[in-house]
């Protein structure tokens, strides 16, 4: 797969080795981001098919349409990690390296003497990212742990849908991509405490060894899902309150939901600051609610939110989504359009922030992908090609290590690459 992208400056993480050792979502999403903002990330994949997620969803030829997203930038090398001599190759990987992101059930790199606390015995400041259902300690360590798994442990399924049905989940792999992002904050965060304790590990090994501290970054898919839970601990700790399902609702916070227009199309009106509360009675002809003396703060209208809900609903009966829309944005009301992709793809405000960007795969095919987040003025993230073919980059990763020619040969007879 080939970009149409343009090479620019470097970026932010220009010079940064990551070594990726996992499959799927939440470890390669965590990589994918490093690379996406210039680190060299190189990606280990089993030579026999590589990661699932090449064949997951929508498919061009074989390959999956997410692959094109989830690996660009990176550097496909294929191990047999069966083999001692391919663990022998991954662990000279690692050891080069200034991040491993790995998700495997915990223990697995430590049979692969790839553990954290085997590497930082030669490189004290290596960096380890473990991304696993549970985290590396506690009685559930062991078991597996999907971001289905996680996103109902830390609360969020709880509190998804309606509360006279059965909790529903969000259409993407939320409990996963969270994960994902929390090992970002985490390898950046003790990225800079290296720097500031020493630096990068020399390479030698010896009492004048000169290297900043490294450590391990633990990520639980569902202690990151319940780190978005907002109030829910100190609710339930301090009143006895359990948050259930409300729906569209925002609980609590009122008026906060989804209602209908007369067309059907859904939208989401976000009137519960007490202001803009006040414009938004006054934009759907509610007056008398405007006024309310008891409806000018939150805790005044949340014994009232099905009235109110009621109120909103009346009037969302009597317009269609753009009517809507544009009266309440004239009252400066927070409103918005449920956006399906197809939305997306058309509208002004994507295309003025250049959300999408223009590629095409080997063989010309024009295919657009999403644009890089977060934006930096400076040293934006760029994406230099797509996905990888698999085993892409391997003679060029081994060669790099000082492999021969001849070496390398051997080792794809043996089918150890």
């Not at 090479?7 to 470890?27: F, N, R, S, Y």
């Not at 309150?241 to 906060?256: C, F, K, Q, W």
């Not at 405000?349 to 795969?361: G, I, K, L, P």
Request: hydrophobic share 40%; net charge negative.
């Amino acid at each position: 797969m080939m970009s149409n992208s343009t090479a620019t400056k470097p970026g932010p993480l220009a010079g940064i080795k990551v070594l990726e050792l996992g499959t799927l979502i939440a470890g390669p999403f965590c990589a994918r981001m490093l690379a996406e903002f210039g680190a060299e990330v190189i990606k280990i994949e089993a030579p026999d098919g590589g990661d699932p997620l090449r064949h997951w969803r929508v498919l061009k030829d074989g390959t999956s349409l997410w692959w094109s997203v989830q690996a660009r930038n990176k550097k496909s090398v294929t191990l047999n990690m069966k083999s001692e001599q391919a663990q022998k190759i991954a662990r000279e990987l690692a050891l080069d390296a200034d991040i491993i992101i790995e998700n495997y059930r915990p223990g697995v790199l430590e049979k692969w003497q790839l553990g954290y606390d085997q590497l930082k015995i030669i490189n004290p400041a290596v960096i380890m990212v473990r991304l696993s259902g549970y985290g590396q300690t506690g009685p559930m360590r062991d078991l597996p742990g999907f971001g289905a798994i996680g996103e109902s442990m830390g609360g969020l399924r709880y509190v998804s849908g309606h509360p006279d049905r059965p909790p529903v989940r969000v259409g993407i792999s939320i409990g996963d991509s969270v994960a994902a992002l929390h090992g970002v904050i985490g390898a950046m965060m003790a990225l800079r405490h290296r720097d500031v304790t020493g630096g990068r590990w020399n390479g030698k090994v010896g009492s004048d060894l000169i290297a900043g501290q490294g450590q391990m970054v633990d990520v639980a898919l569902y202690e990151s899902v319940f780190n978005l839970m907002e109030s829910l601990v100190p609710e339930f700790d301090f009143a006895g309150v359990v948050r259930e399902r409300t729906g569209g609702a925002l609980p609590g916070i009122v008026p906060s939901n989804t209602y209908t227009t007369s067309e059907g199309e859904n939208i989401v009106i976000a009137g519960n600051g007490d202001a803009i509360f006040h414009r938004l009675m006054l934009a759907i002809d509610r007056a008398d609610l405007a006024h309310d003396v008891s409806l000018q703060r939150n805790d005044g209208r949340v014994p009232r939110t099905n009235e109110i809900d009621a109120a909103i609903q009346t009037w969302c009966d009597t317009q269609t989504i753009d009517t809507a829309l544009a009266c309440l944005r004239k009252a400066d009301v927070p409103v918005g359009k449920i956006y399906s992709v197809r939305d997306m793809m058309s509208d002004t405000q994507f295309q003025a922030r250049d959300m999408f960007e223009q590629h095409q795969f080997a063989d010309g095919t024009p295919v657009k992908l999403p644009a890089i987040s977060p934006k930096l003025s400076e040293t934006p993230g760029q994406t230099l090609w797509l996905g990888p073919e698999l085993g892409a980059h391997t003679d060029e990763v081994l060669v790099g290590l000082g492999y021969t020619d001849e070496q390398i040969q051997n080792l794809k007879e043996q089918h150890i690459i």
